[in-house]
């Protein structure tokens, strides 16, 4: 399943809300999320994570004992490390609040990496004091595949034969075209 970020906003909120209500049991709805998820405390170590967490991240996080993040390493979009106490779930636990738009790399034990969004989001009690949060991390990489690309370029061709308005059409050739671009840069 191809998630997008509006479609992952979505999903964070829904999990952050079955983590809040602890409604039956909200493990089973987290381990149906076709993404990366996890939950911390307020002090940030991990209580729960999906089986999506460990293909993600290429390790089994330890439940009580690691910390901010479920990955092995972590580095910027720009290839420098980032210590897990400065990651967007730390930060969006101390400061109380969602992050979103930005992007990291996951190391994997193995030296693998993988690119990833993450939505870290902070849960709250009925009293409005920090009670953890909530992270679901999507991978990006797959939407950067050359082939992905290919066939964004070609979904756009077919909309612009499509379409009987002059402008959408030549919108969605030029939207095409970079597809294209991009799958060649990609292929390098």
Same mark, same amino acid.
Not at 10 to 16: G, P, Y
Not at 91 to 98: G, L, S, W
Not at 152 to 180: F, G, H, I, P
């Given at each position: ?24 049991? %909200? ?21 729960? %994570?999906?089986?999506? +967490?460990?293909?993600?991240?290429? *390790? ?26 400065? +990651?967007?779930?730390?930060? #969006? ?22 690119? %990833? ?6 849960? %709250? ?8 949060? &909530?992270?679901?991390?999507?991978? &990006? ?11 964004? #370029?070609?979904? +756009? ?30 292929? *390098?």
């Amino acid at each position: 399943m191809q998630i997008n970020s509006q479609t992952a906003n979505h999903l964070v909120e829904a999990a952050a809300e079955a983590v809040r209500a602890r409604a039956g049991n %909200f493990h089973a709805v987290l381990d149906d999320i076709p993404a990366a998820i996890y939950v911390a405390d307020h002090d940030g170590t991990i209580t729960y %994570f999906n089986k999506a +967490c460990v293909d993600l991240a290429g *390790r089994t996080p330890e439940i009580g004992v690691d910390k901010w993040c479920v990955t092995w390493k972590i580095f910027t979009p720009e290839g420098e490390y980032l210590p897990h106490d400065r +990651c967007p779930m730390a930060i #969006a636990i101390r400061e109380k609040r969602p992050i979103r738009d930005v992007e990291a790399i996951a190391e994997r034990p193995d030296g693998t990496r993988v690119r %990833f969004i993450p939505h870290p989001t902070p849960l %709250f009690d009925g009293d409005g004091n920090l009670s953890g949060a &909530v992270n679901l991390l999507l991978e &990006v990489d797959e939407q950067r595949k050359p082939e992905f690309l290919r066939k964004q #370029a070609e979904r +756009c061709r077919r909309l612009a034969a499509a379409v009987n308005d002059t402008d959408s059409a030549e919108t969605l050739a030029l939207m095409a075209a970079k597809y294209d671009e991009q799958s060649l840069k990609r292929e *390098r």
